[in-house]
T-cell receptor, first 113, second 113 residues
């Protein structure tokens, strides 16, 4: 089945550590996105990529980094510079130039101890 | 810029009650409109969509009509069930804004037996 796989589903991190969240899709989509969701709030865009080897900052990129070396993969690194990293992280993808929907992964919950 | 405003929750209804969740939007181009649903601890799933004015999206008893004159896309269901308890997000996609998606803050719905 086609879809988006995020891992790990739950992750605990000590303060000062970097952590990388994985996102893999087999939908052959060009565009991929990372969102952050905090309790009772909507989705905030961290980074997005519309093509391999290119990505753009979203609204809250500070303290995060991404890479897009392969079409199917868009990992997100939460660095120690991110002051409040505890959140639910969602990866999504879609076709570029298409009025279709955004497809989401199941999410990764990061907790900083 | 583009934006989505949706009714704040939480909303609590009795089973078989009528549901309306209001959503209005601002867009520079001709957006596609979506409703997504999120169950606890999961990613977002597409509930329904409409790609042009006067289109009606429908799925699982939910409906929403794309009203350009009032810039609205209100979600309705005639008879809610306990299993409809979730968070609902209104969203738009505006190709003229570079394949970006804009989400409302979400409305939490609880249906009680």
């Amino acid at each position: 089945d086609g879809g988006i796989t995020q891992s790990p589903k739950y992750l605990f991190r000590k303060e000062g550590q970097n952590v990388t969240l994985s996102c893999e899709q087999n939908l052959n989509h060009d565009a991929m996105y990372w969102y952050r969701q905090d309790p009772g709030q909507g989705l905030r865009l961290i980074y997005y990529s519309q093509i391999v080897n290119d990505f753009q900052k979203g609204d809250i990129a500070e303290g995060y980094s991404v890479s897009r070396e392969k079409k199917e993969s868009f990992p997100l690194t939460v660095t120690s510079a991110q002051k409040n990293p505890t959140a639910f992280y969602l990866c999504a993808s879609c076709e570029v130039g298409w009025t279709g929907e955004l497809f989401f992964g199941e999410g990764s919950r990061l907790t900083v101890l | 810029g583009d934006s989505v405003t949706q009714m704040e929750g939480p909303v609590t209804l009795s089973e078989e009650a009528f549901l309306t969740i209001n959503c209005t939007y601002t867009a520079t181009g001709y957006p596609s409109l979506f409703w997504y649903v999120q169950y606890p601890g999961e990613g977002l799933q597409l509930l329904l969509k409409a790609t042009k004015a006067d289109d009606k999206g429908s799925n699982k008893g939910f409906e929403a009509t794309y009203r350009k004159e009032t810039t609205s896309f209100h979600l309705e269901k005639g008879s809610v069930q306990v299993s409809d308890s979730a968070v609902y997000f209104c969203a738009l996609s505006d190709q003229s804004a570079g394949n970006q998606f804009y989400f409302g803050t979400g409305t939490s719905l609880t249906v009680i037996p």
